[in-house]
């Protein structure tokens, strides 16, 4: 509810607060007027400085040439740094105090001292002590085990939260597109968006393309919000659901809206264990049997006392030996408590927990929480992703095909291989590689070369580099007019460029199935371009389908030019196209994945994999590291979603393969 309310204050600001405007000046040397101007939506402050290119100037900073270098450390003494006030870990003693909470080890504890002071009373120094102080230190045995355990899990968790909080965002900065933290953003600073990108900071809209904003985690409302030059604002914490964009950060670290909510957040405590909560249940079950024996006990031998002393007539005479005798039945009964609540249960369990805890970490697999050790020892089933969970992610392209005929882009060791192509299929080729992708081939001051961009696409940038092609001479040659990035809906991407003849051409890519209902032409082993028959289609077809059942993945690359000249109005289309190749690109099975899953079927778990690629490419994957057995079922998702609860039971034992559409 916090999160809903106050990040939903930004939503009604135009309406009900309009901060007065400022000058340029002001909102150079306020960091906060300047954090305000986005977390407000305030478009009258915008309008009046003269929008990104006026916030811009007032940074001092060059929108094409980004921040410089040397100016990082003043920005950040200025602005802030882009990081969020942590809340302090616990230390060492809280863990022994959080350790102490639990209910049997209370009760334990009050007996112990109950025993100690009536073993005092009855039987004297030491003797008095051993019963109550045996069962203090198998307290201080448990609630030790305990608070070193889960120290030690902190302190392991505290630096791989630091490793998972090793973000990056591509900037532009010296006039160059590089990669850094996030952490290390300042103000001024040119950050490029793309799909599935965090905003990283507060800043406003530069330019882009269809670029949509989910805004969930901060207003909790789950539309989408499309974000342009009338509608530039943008906020750390969401998330980029569609499109690309360049934006100028304005306020980075606490001074974010982001950072404001962080502020009214308090981390919550851990939950017991589902083991834990059970035996709590029986200690507390047993706890209260034994006190009402003991109860019981004590009524009966006191009243029997009293009979006794009244049967000899010395019901009004009291002596010390009397009192002795009266603290001894309660002694009696303080044992029947301490005998019953068993102290070697939490110890039992501390201990067994802590054990599998240490098995999973030699397995390199922290637990944060005790009850992952209980659910991971009763799992039956692991469902799975492929990309990047069985395979590395570090794609390469392996087969393509082009002109007619499939060829082989690496040798049996990975090493590109020349393939010879006519100069008009290369250049198509090479334009549709380098023009149709979101990615950049960028160089470092050594001239070194790397690719930043998503693992596909960098692997097909890598094959136009490797055949020769030159990134920045076909990009600076070719003008972009329009893009419609990649999502998972439409399942490819286009783009609009003007080559350096005036003509206008339209590039796709994409999924295959997609991208080839897309054309009906393609280019013949001449060059030349010829319509796409039903024959040619199935020949097509057959070759995708052979590269998925070599577990590749496969994206189709057409183009078709446009005859008219560019409307920006218009959008691009969707239909009429040339097929130029087909990618099939490969994602290496992980390392001992294999041997992993015959594990897991050795042991009674079923492995199952859940991905959204074709489905012979997963099948293919599955065979290889052992999923996909002989009497096994794959099935794809529209499938799977026409089946009743009775089908679904009957094929759920030999389900392994679940190839699913997003949507």
Request: glycine share 8%; hydrophobic share 40%.
């Amino acid at each position: 509810m916090r999160f809903i309310d106050a990040g939903g204050q930004h939503r009604n600001t135009q309406e009900h607060h309009q901060p007065s405007a400022v000058n340029v000046s002001e909102i150079s040397k306020d960091p906060d007027k300047l954090a305000a101007v986005v977390r407000n939506y305030d478009m009258k402050t915008l309008r009046a400085v003269n929008g990104a290119d006026g916030i811009a100037k007032a940074l001092n900073v060059s929108i094409d040439e980004g921040v410089k270098s040397s100016e990082l450390s003043t920005r950040q003494e200025t602005y802030g740094f882009n990081k969020y006030t942590e809340k302090p870990s616990k230390s060492f003693i809280m863990f022994v105090w959080d350790a102490l909470h639990d209910l049997t080890l209370i009760i334990l504890i009050v007996c112990a001292i109950v025993s100690i002071g009536v073993g005092l009373a009855t039987e004297g120094w030491p003797d008095g002590i051993y019963d109550g102080l045996g069962i203090l230190l198998s307290i201080l045995l448990v609630v030790t085990v305990t608070a070193v355990s889960d120290y030690k899990q902190s302190l392991q968790f505290r630096d791989l939260d630091k490793e998972k909080k090793k973000i990056s965002s591509h900037v532009t900065r010296d006039g160059c597109r590089k990669k850094v933290s996030i952490y290390d953003l300042v103000v001024g600073d040119i950050v490029h968006l793309s799909i599935g990108d965090q905003v990283p900071a507060d800043g406003i809209f530069i330019s882009g393309y269809n670029l949509l904003i989910d805004e969930s985690s901060l207003t909790g409302e789950s539309d989408y919000v499309h974000t342009d030059e009338n509608k530039p604002f943008l906020l750390a914490g969401t998330k980029v659901q569609d499109g690309s964009a360049k934006m100028l950060v304005t306020a980075v670290g606490m001074k974010t809206e982001w950072g404001k909510l962080m502020e009214t957040l308090s981390e919550e405590g851990e939950d017991e264990t589902p083991l834990q909560v059970k035996l709590n249940g029986v200690a507390t079950i047993i706890g209260k049997i034994g006190l009402l024996f003991a109860v019981l006990t004590f009524l009966v031998l006191t009243v029997r006392f009293l009979v006794e002393k009244a049967m000899r007539n010395e019901i009004s005479s009291w002596s010390s030996s009397d009192a002795l005798s009266m603290l001894d039945y309660f002694a009696t009964a303080v044992t029947i408590i301490v005998v019953a609540v068993p102290e070697g249960l939490p110890l039992a369990v501390t201990l067994s927990l802590a054990f599998a805890m240490k098995k999973l970490m030699n397995d390199k697999a922290l637990v944060r929480h005790l009850s992952a050790c209980e659910t991971m020892g009763s799992s039956t089933c692991i469902c799975t992703d492929k990309t990047g969970t069985l395979t590395t992610n570090h794609m390469v392209l392996d087969k393509i095909w082009v002109s007619g005929e499939t060829k082989d882009v690496r040798d049996s060791e990975g090493h590109a291989l020349s393939s010879k192509l006519s100069e008009t299929i290369s250049t198509v080729l090479l334009q549709g590689i380098f023009e149709c992708t979101g990615s950049e081939v960028v160089k470092d001051k050594d001239g070194k070369t790397s690719i930043l961009g998503t693992p596909t696409e960098s692997a097909i940038l890598q094959y136009g580099l490797d055949a020769g092609g030159d990134f920045d001479a076909i990009r600076n040659e070719i003008k972009m007019l329009k893009m419609e990035p990649f999502n998972s809906a439409k399942k490819k991407m286009s783009v609009l460029v003007a080559l350096p003849n005036g003509q206008t051409r339209a590039f796709c890519k994409g999924a295959s199935e997609i991208v080839l209902g897309l054309c009906d032409k393609i280019i013949d082993g001449s060059g030349e371009t010829v319509p796409l028959s039903k024959e040619k289609t199935e020949v097509i077809t057959d070759v995708i389908e052979d590269f998925a059942k070599d577990a590749l993945r496969t994206l189709c690359l057409a183009y078709m030019d446009v005859e008219g000249g560019f409307d920006n109005g218009n959008n691009i289309p969707e239909s009429g196209y040339t097929l130029i190749a087909v990618f099939g690109i490969k994602d290496p099975l992980r390392p001992g994945v294999k041997e992993a899953v015959e594990i897991c079927l050795a042991a009674g778990i079923t492995v199952r994999m859940v991905t959204g690629d074709n489905i012979n490419t997963a099948k293919a994957i599955a065979k290889e590291c052992g999923i996909l057995t002989d009497g096994g079922l794959a099935i794809e998702g529209p499938e799977f979603r026409t089946k009743t609860t009775d089908e679904l039971n009957e094929i759920a034992p030999k389900l392994q393969v679940l190839q699913f559409h997003y949507t």
